[in-house]
């Protein structure tokens, strides 16, 4: 996770793993919505942006699970 905070403004770019099966897509935007919605109301300030980057798919079984 990295954060940038431009005076009032704050960016942040993320890297996450989905679960095999999953539409891809709508778990990226529900954790844009999610990470957008937390910092503002928390913080009060203005999310500009929320990158997700999916790094991988996650097999059930693998990583230990």
Do not use: C, H, P, W
């Amino acid at each position: 996770v990295s954060v940038t905070i431009e005076g009032d403004d704050v960016y942040v770019d993320l890297t996450i793993v989905v679960g095999y099966g999953v539409r891809i897509s709508e778990v990226a935007r529900m954790v844009v919505d999610k990470v957008r919605y937390t910092l503002e109301n928390a913080t009060g300030l203005s999310v500009k942006k929320v990158t997700v980057n999916v790094q991988g798919v996650r097999v059930q079984g693998s990583f230990g699970s």
